[in-house]
Structures are given as structure tokens and as C-alpha cells.
């Protein structure tokens, strides 16, 4: 299997690429630097052996030859490697000379590339770093000064014109920008660092050459103007030509918790990224299937047990979450050898759109689906479909909401819940950082009762404190739905909003009402 020298991108995970992914997904060996951001690193699998070889707190990098032998040694075992690397591995990444070590040993490689900062800063600052009628060209160049490497002639560069995008060029930048009005480059130019781009922390400042040279003097450091590392400086016309948009968003720069079962959808996370957040969504539970007999033996043995004559009514089977109908299906049909076949008969409910595609994915099209995916709506909508006495099946969690089998047993409906998937916690040791160090959090949102409890129970045992002594008042705790806002409470949490449904609205809503 070839090593992989693979492109991370910026920081925004969204901007890794399918490729990038695929690999992370199946490496047995994971080697990176700094500046890759833990939620790219969460993709490798957890028994992947993962090598940091970026600057430690000393400042001291892993050695290049060093990583060109680790990089050997793990290649030549046939194991899957990944080498990721910061933005695009060709771009200021030393990623040639890896290559070239790989090459040299006799060990295939191949290069994904990813996307550079030095094109994803200046478009999440929201500058064109050329433009049809100000900008012809664009010098992608290093500020940082290499014993072994010829220098950039900046003067040169001052007198070329067209884009100049500097990548390491903090410490340099008072004599970047003195050699730059040397070579003639207009005093008037505009210049703009972008500083953590594309992550929540990304800012922006902007100058004029000529007022950023005189603040700095010949031998001035970005640190004297508020420019820390890592950031990009663009310089020329384009940048007057800037349209932000990045911090214009709704949720820019909130930091927020998702805990979510491990494997779980990431629509929602998602949803509140393109918003602007920065979300750490990964699983503090995770689900197992419980084992079930098949359907048919489910009915018939609740039928022979003299409780309610067959054929009287159709039963309903309603489905309250995509993941009770995988569990469902693959527990009481498929790996007993069975089809939707065997449902033969039976009426099917959805609890709302995203369930009833996930029904459809196994051929089976709902009967009715809910007006609003809650349990309230999806009971109200089998009361109006069935008769008192109707025999209704709830395929679903191990310790589902008591909500809807309560209200559909006040309207004398026959409620049998199908215990199909539980949620178990993972053990503390596997969380992730933004969890065990929760004091850094905008936003915690909690989607299920169970989360709640898991979370208490690993502060508890982390440090041995409760949810309200962990969770400060000023971070701002929503439940998804009132059955996860009394399991938080049950769990010793405050929650100051509730979204009612599970849509990035809703949550958006909510996050806003919190903060009032
Ligand atoms: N191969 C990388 C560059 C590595 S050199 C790429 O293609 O992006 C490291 C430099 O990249 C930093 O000093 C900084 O100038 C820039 N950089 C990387 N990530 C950045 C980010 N998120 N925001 C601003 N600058 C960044």
C-alpha cells in the first residue's frame, strides 16, 4: 500500500478533501504536524497509531530526516500511512523532500493535495487575490528567512506588482514591508493579515503599507502590531476589493459541544458549521444493537398470549428515529433471514421526514408521517389514524421517552415498545479534549437524556464534580426537545433554552434566546 502524503487543508474541516477523508478513514499510522486541527485527526480510526512530529512546547520540531525515517519505517510494513500534513504538502510543507526520501527507499507513495492557506485565507477573509481588472497575477512567497535557501529579493518583488501572498512572514514583517517600498511598491497599498483562517478564531487586520511599515521600522515583528502566528499577509490592491463574509455569520467564533452517539448524524453539526460555529460533535455514548427475535415471532407471540385477537386491527408499526428503523430492520427482519415482506399487513408511522427516508432506503413508504418530527405530533397523528384498542409497535431505543407511549395509553391505544439499540457510555479515557476541559465552551447542546447522564457520569468520575459545578452558568445549555431538557435536569444540568425540533433553525433559535 503506498504512503499516503496527504493535504489537511487550512483547518475547516469542510475543506478537506474526499480523498484526504478516505485515507484518514482506513490509516493504520497517522504522522502529523501542528496546525492540524484534533477534529481532522478524529476521522483516523482510534486504533490507529498516531505520531505527532510538530514543534513541541519547547518550540523544537521532530527533525525533517527524523521524519523521513519514521516515515520509511511505517512504509515499508505495508501498513496503510498517512503522512498529513498542514494545507498542501507541495506548498511550503516540505513535502518534496519526503518524497523524495520515500522514493529513494524504494517505497511507492502518492500525493493527495489539499487546499493551501495561502488561496483559503484570502477567501475566508474574503479576498480575490486576482481580479479581472486590478490584479493580473499572484506571488505566493515565504517571509521566513533559510540559511540554506537563496533569500526573496523583496525589492524585486515591491517593483513586480499584481498579488503578493506571505506565508510565514510574522517575524520578517518589518523588513518585508521596508523592502517591498524600497523595490517602490506604493506606500497607499493595502495590506490585511488573516490570522487562524477558516477557523473560529480567524481575524483580520488591515493597514496601509506605508502606516504598517512606519509601526513596525525596519526590524519590527507582526507581534508589534497584534499580527500573531499562524497568518497569512496579503498584500495589493485586491485587498480593498474585499467582501467578508466569513465573521458576518450567525454563529461565527461560538464554541460549541455536540455530544452525539459515536457514528451518529453529523447533519445537524454541520448545519450550525456553515453557520459559523466551530462544533465538536464527537460521542461520549454509543450505540449497540440489541438482539431481537424476528417480527413475525415478536406479533405472533404477543397475540397467542390471548391479549388482543389477531385480525381485529391492523397494527401500526411507528418509527421514532432512522436509527430505530436500521435497528429494526437488521434485528427483527433482515438477519433472521427476512424482508419487508414479513411487515405484510401492518400499517407503518414515521416521526418525520429524515425517518421516512430512511424507511424508504429499505422499501417501506410510511402510512402517515408526522406534521413536526416530535413525539407529541406523531402520537396525535396515530390517535387520528387508529381506533381505541389499536395495537401500536414503537421500535426503538432501550430507554425511549416515556412521552408518546403515555399519550397514546391515555387515548386507550395498545402501545408495545420494541426495545431495539441501547446507548452505552464510553469510557472517559476516549473523549475528546473540548469534553474533559469543558471551561472553554460558548454552547453545549445536548440531543438525548442519555448523553446527559453519560456526560455527569464521566465529570463524576473525571472530577468527581456535578454538571452545574463543571458547566458555568455563562455557558449557554440547550436540549433538544422537553424529553432531553428533563433528562439534563434529571442529570443535574441548567438548560436555558429548548429547541423544539431537530432542525438547525430550531438550534439557532435557541442558541440566540440563551444568550438574551
Ligand atoms: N503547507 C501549508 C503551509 C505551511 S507553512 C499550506 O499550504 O497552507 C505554515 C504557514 O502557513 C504559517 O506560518 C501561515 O503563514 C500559513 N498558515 C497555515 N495555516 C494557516 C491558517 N489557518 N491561517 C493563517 N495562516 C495559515
Request: glycine share 12%.
Amino acid at each position: 500500500m503506498p504512503v499516503s502524503i496527504v493535504g489537511a487543508g487550512p483547518g475547516d474541516v469542510g475543506l478537506l478533501t474526499i480523498k484526504a477523508k478516505q485515507r484518514l478513514e482506513r490509516c493504520d499510522v497517522l504522522i502529523y504536524d501542528r496546525l492540524v486541527p484534533r477534529q481532522i485527526l478524529a476521522l483516523a480510526p482510534a486504533t490507529a497509531h498516531k505520531i505527532y512530529v510538530g514543534k513541541n512546547p519547547d518550540g523544537l520540531a521532530t527533525p525533517q530526516d527524523r521524519i523521513n525515517e519514521l516515515l520509511v519505517e511505517h512504509g515499508s510494513t505495508g501498513c496503510s500511512v498517512v503522512r498529513l500534513k498542514g494545507g498542501d504538502p507541495f506548498v511550503f510543507g516540505r513535502g518534496a523532500e519526503e518524497a523524495q526520501a520515500l522514493k529513494a527507499a524504494g517505497i511507492d507513495f502518492e500525493l493527495v493535495p489539499g487546499i493551501s492557506s495561502a488561496f483559503a485565507a484570502p477567501a475566508y477573509a474574503g479576498i480575490p487575490v486576482t481580479h479581472r481588472s486590478i490584479s493580473p497575477m499572484v506571488t505566493i512567497v515565504t517571509g521566513h528567512r533559510f540559511v540554506s535557501a537563496p533569500g526573496v529579493d523583496w525589492a524585486a518583488l515591491g517593483a513586480h506588482g499584481g498579488t503578493l501572498v506571505v506565508l510565514m512572514g510574522v517575524r520578517q514583517l518589518g523588513s518585508i514591508t521596508g523592502g517591498l517600498i524600497r523595490g517602490g511598491m506604493g506606500p497607499d497599498t493595502p495590506v490585511a493579515a488573516v490570522m487562524w483562517a477558516t477557523r473560529s478564531e480567524q481575524s483580520v487586520l488591515r493597514w496601509s503599507l506605508g502606516e504598517l511599515h512606519q509601526r513596525l521600522g525596519p526590524t519590527g515583528s507582526g507581534g508589534d502590531v497584534g499580527v500573531t502566528s499562524p497568518a497569512v499577509i496579503v498584500i495589493g490592491p485586491v485587498v480593498d476589493e474585499a467582501t467578508p463574509w466569513f465573521e458576518h455569520r450567525p454563529l461565527f467564533g461560538l464554541k460549541i459541544a455536540m455530544p452525539r452517539p459515536a457514528g451518529g448524524e453529523t447533519a445537524l453539526a454541520d448545519g450550525l458549521r456553515q453557520l459559523g460555529a466551530d462544533v465538536l460533535d464527537q460521542g461520549v455514548t454509543r450505540i449497540v444493537p440489541l438482539p431481537l427475535p424476528s417480527f413475525p415471532d415478536i406479533a405472533a407471540r404477543y397475540h397467542t398470549g390471548g391479549e388482543e385477537p389477531i385480525g381485529r386491527a391492523v397494527d401500526w408499526i411507528a418509527f421514532t428515529s432512522s436509527r430505530g428503523v436500521s435497528a429494526f430492520v437488521d434485528g427483527a427482519l433482515t438477519s433472521h433471514g427476512l424482508d419487508a415482506r414479513a411487515l405484510h399487513g401492518h400499517r407503518i408511522a414515521a416521526i418525520g421526514e429524515t425517518t421516512a427516508r430512511s424507511l424508504g432506503r429499505f422499501g417501506l413508504l410510511p402510512d402517515v408521517v408526522a406534521p413536526t418530527p416530535t413525539g407529541t405530533s406523531l402520537a396525535e397523528a396515530l390517535i387520528a389514524e387508529t381506533d381505541q384498542g389499536a395495537t401500536i409497535w414503537l421500535p426503538r431505543a432501550e430507554r425511549g421517552s416515556p412521552e408518546i407511549v403515555q399519550l397514546l395509553t391515555d387515548a386507550d391505544r395498545d402501545v408495545r415498545a420494541i426495545a431495539c439499540y441501547a446507548t452505552r457510555p464510553v469510557p472517559v479515557s476516549e473523549w475528546p479534549r473540548s469534553l474533559t476541559e469543558p471551561d472553554q465552551l460558548d454552547a453545549l447542546i445536548l440531543t438525548a437524556g442519555s448523553t446527559a447522564r453519560s456526560l455527569a457520569g464521566g465529570w463524576d468520575e473525571l472530577f468527581g464534580r456535578r454538571p452545574s459545578e463543571v458547566i458555568t452558568p455563562d455557558v449557554r445549555v440547550i436540549a433538544l426537545g422537553t424529553s432531553t431538557s428533563q433528562g439534563a435536569h434529571a442529570a443535574g444540568f441548567h438548560v436555558d433554552a429548548i429547541a423544539d425540533r431537530p432542525d438547525v433553525d430550531a438550534l439557532l433559535e435557541a442558541i440566540c434566546t440563551a444568550d438574551s
